[in-house]
């Protein structure tokens, strides 16, 4: 039994880990299938505050974690399964272990959105990737290709330059989501080449366990081409991981969780910390400052029960 367990361990939850830390609950951190979150997966972050040279995404991530278990924080190996929070303690399912506490922090972030081609989850780690921190040093002077038209698929195209003889990005509108100067940026670059109104309708090759390239279509004129490519970069997105609470919370359609003021969820004592209920700034900062929230709001709501 817990005062407070943290779901995630990415910027919200190793902040809101800090502050419940520090404040004597010595919380469980429950680290998820990606540890860090998703700044584990990035390379240089240049608007943290604090850092004027910038700070690599990985360290500044695992300081957090440092920094909370200074303060007594542990954290678990281990995704949430299964959640029951009709009544406290609420109890939550690692693997075959069920474990308890008086407050619960979600802080669990989004994953990434596939196209849902034929072939493209049978080429996952064989040339198609949602991380160009993690695959793009695999396609030095080889081919890449990004889908997406919002500011991680800019951001995406522009580090894969580092590697790739030509990035080509592919948008099936002609308007973009992304920011202006990030979008400025891309286009600048001499080695990004833009396809829009272009669709991807399928990668290949599954048989040889990797990209050789993809079939195309034009959305105006209806024409369909091949195009070689080794690494296909998708970057369209995320969803909530919200999985195990659904039922169990008020989410919304797209199952980010529904905010009730603050950093409170619609069942008092559960917290919401971060991108799995922010869709709309998605920043470190942003979900830091979401997870010192939600661990002084659980804080008091602990104060303000027996025992506590
Ligand atoms: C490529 C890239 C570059 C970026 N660059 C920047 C940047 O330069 N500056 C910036 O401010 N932001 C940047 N961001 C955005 C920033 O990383 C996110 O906004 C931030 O990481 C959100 O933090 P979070 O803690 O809410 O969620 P996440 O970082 O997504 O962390 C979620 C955590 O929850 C865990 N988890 C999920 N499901 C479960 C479960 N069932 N049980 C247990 N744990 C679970 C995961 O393992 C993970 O540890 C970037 C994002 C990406 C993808």
């Not at 619960?104 to 989004?110: E, H």
């Not at 290709?145 to 580090?159: K, L, N, Q, R, T």
């Not at 008092?268 to 910390?273: N, Y």
């Amino acid at each position: 039994m817990r005062n407070v367990i943290i779901v995630g361990s990415g910027c919200a939850g190793n902040t809101a880990a800090i502050y419940t830390a520090r404040a004597g609950l010595n919380p469980l951190v429950m680290i998820g299938h990606e540890p860090g979150g998703q700044l584990s997966v990035t390379s240089m972050v240049e608007n943290f505050p604090g850092f004027p040279e910038g700070v690599n995404g990985p360290d500044l991530v695992e300081n957090m974690k440092k920094q909370a278990e200074n303060f007594g924080a542990e954290y678990l190996w281990g995704t949430v399964a299964e959640a029951d929070l009709s009544k406290r303690p609420f109890r939550l399912r690692v693997d075959e272990e069920w474990y308890e506490a008086e407050a619960l922090i979600i802080a669990s972030g989004a994953s990434a959105r596939w196209l849902g081609l034929p072939n493209e989850q049978l080429l996952i780690g064989h040339g198609v990737s949602s991380c160009a921190t993690c695959d793009g040093a695999f396609y030095k002077d080889r081919k890449i290709m990004v889908i997406g038209g919002g500011d991680s698929a800019m951001e995406e195209a522009m580090f894969l330059t580092r590697f790739g003889s030509e990035v080509t990005l592919v948008h099936r509108r002609d308007r973009f989501r992304a920011s202006k100067i990030m979008l400025e940026r891309a286009q600048a670059h001499p080695k990004i080449k833009f396809l829009l109104n272009t669709v991807v309708q399928d990668v290949y090759d599954p048989h040889k366990k990797c990209v050789t390239g993809v079939t195309l279509k034009d959305t105006v004129t209806g024409r369909v081409w091949e195009q070689e490519v080794d690494g296909f970069f998708v970057a369209i997105g995320h969803i909530p991981n919200t999985k195990p609470f659904v039922g169990q919370i008020d989410l919304d359609p797209d199952g980010y969780i529904l905010s009730k003021g603050g950093a409170r969820t619609n069942v008092e004592g559960v917290f919401h910390a971060g991108d799995v209920q922010d869709r709309n700034y998605r920043q470190a900062i942003t979900a830091a400052g979401a997870g010192c929230m939600a661990a002084i709001e659980a804080e008091r709501f602990l104060a303000g029960h027996e025992g506590h």
